[in-house]
């Protein structure tokens, strides 16, 4: 259980244009979901927060306007990367965590897509 | 804002040996702990998680032990495979974070046959 599919595992785009990224929860329903960005052998970092029926809580130095996030159902949230450049080529992770069971005082385990491979050229 | 610190970042060890990676954080209100394997080219996966209230959880060869006092938490694997070569990252998480996780830079694990 607690599958994220992501979607596409690879793309290859020319820069200026703009490329969405699809991550859906599979087997279960996510009131959040978490964008990260992983450059070749770093560790994650968190971009984003998208929260499910609302505006998605960007971290500092991530650009809104420019990666524009969309949480329109509690199995699916999207990432578009807008007019992209070489520099936004990189590993891009989503992850979701089921909703918590009533009255329980801890969050579920979050779980990640596969990731996309974004290459600007 | 939470800051953890992973080491070491690269580790070798024999097969059937252990492994052991720690971690340390600095944010006292995280009380989230989990541990991610992640393959090359895939997403982390994780592995095992320990929350604030215990000191120390087991699962088959993988075991995470937590010290809340010094603010750091060890992931401990034995009889170590060679399929357990892989990324290794912690992470902590707290409500003040939205239960974001925050990442350690990752131990580089080859287990060597």
């Given at each position: 259980?607690?599958?994220?599919s992501?979607?596409?595992?690879r793309?290859?785009?020319?820069?200026?244009t703009s490329v969405?990224?699809?991550?859906?929860?599979?087997d279960?329903?996510?009131?959040?979901m978490f964008?990260?960005?992983?450059?070749p052998?770093?560790?994650l970092?968190?971009?984003?927060?998208?929260?499910?029926?609302?505006?998605?809580?960007?971290?500092q130095?991530?650009e809104?306007?420019?990666?524009?996030?969309?949480?329109?159902?509690?199995t699916?949230?999207?990432?578009?990367?807008?007019?992209?450049?070489?520099e936004?080529?990189?590993?891009?992770?989503c992850?979701?965590?089921?909703?918590?069971?009533p009255?329980?005082?801890?969050?579920?385990p979050?779980h990640?897509?596969?990731?996309?491979r974004?290459?600007?050229? | 804002?939470?800051?953890?610190?992973?080491?070491?970042?690269t580790?070798?060890?024999?097969?059937?040996?252990?492994?052991v990676?720690k971690?340390t954080?600095?944010?006292?209100a995280?009380?989230?702990?989990?541990?991610?394997?992640?393959e090359?080219?895939?997403?982390?996966?994780?592995?095992?998680?320990?929350?604030s209230?215990?000191?120390e959880k087991?699962d088959q060869?993988i075991?995470?032990?937590?010290?809340?006092?010094?603010k750091?938490f060890?992931?401990?694997?034995?009889?170590?495979?060679?399929?357990?070569?892989a990324?290794y990252?912690?992470?902590?998480s707290?409500?003040?974070?939205?239960y974001?996780?925050?990442?350690?830079?990752?131990?580089?694990?080859?287990?060597t046959?």
């Amino acid at each position: 259980g607690a599958v994220v599919s992501q979607h596409p595992s690879r793309v290859i785009c020319k820069s200026g244009t703009s490329v969405k990224i699809e991550c859906r929860s599979l087997d279960f329903q996510a009131t959040t979901m978490f964008w990260y960005r992983q450059f070749p052998k770093q560790s994650l970092m968190l971009m984003a927060t998208s929260n499910e029926g609302s505006k998605a809580t960007y971290e500092q130095g991530v650009e809104k306007d420019k990666f524009l996030i969309n949480h329109a159902s509690l199995t699916l949230s999207t990432l578009t990367v807008t007019s992209a450049h070489p520099e936004d080529s990189s590993f891009y992770i989503c992850s979701a965590r089921p909703i918590a069971a009533p009255g329980s005082s801890y969050n579920s385990p979050l779980h990640f897509g596969n990731g996309t491979r974004l290459t600007v050229t | 804002g939470e800051n953890v610190e992973q080491h070491p970042s690269t580790l070798s060890v024999q097969e059937g040996d252990s492994a052991v990676i720690k971690c340390t954080y600095s944010d006292s209100a995280s009380n989230y702990f989990p541990w991610y394997k992640q393959e090359l080219g895939k997403g982390p996966q994780l592995i095992i998680d320990i929350r604030s209230n215990v000191g120390e959880k087991k699962d088959q060869r993988i075991a995470v032990t937590l010290n809340k006092t010094a603010k750091h938490f060890s992931l401990h694997i034995t009889e170590t495979q060679p399929e357990d070569s892989a990324v290794y990252f912690c992470a902590a998480s707290n409500l003040n974070s939205g239960y974001a996780l925050n990442f350690g830079k990752g131990t580089s694990l080859l287990v060597t046959p």
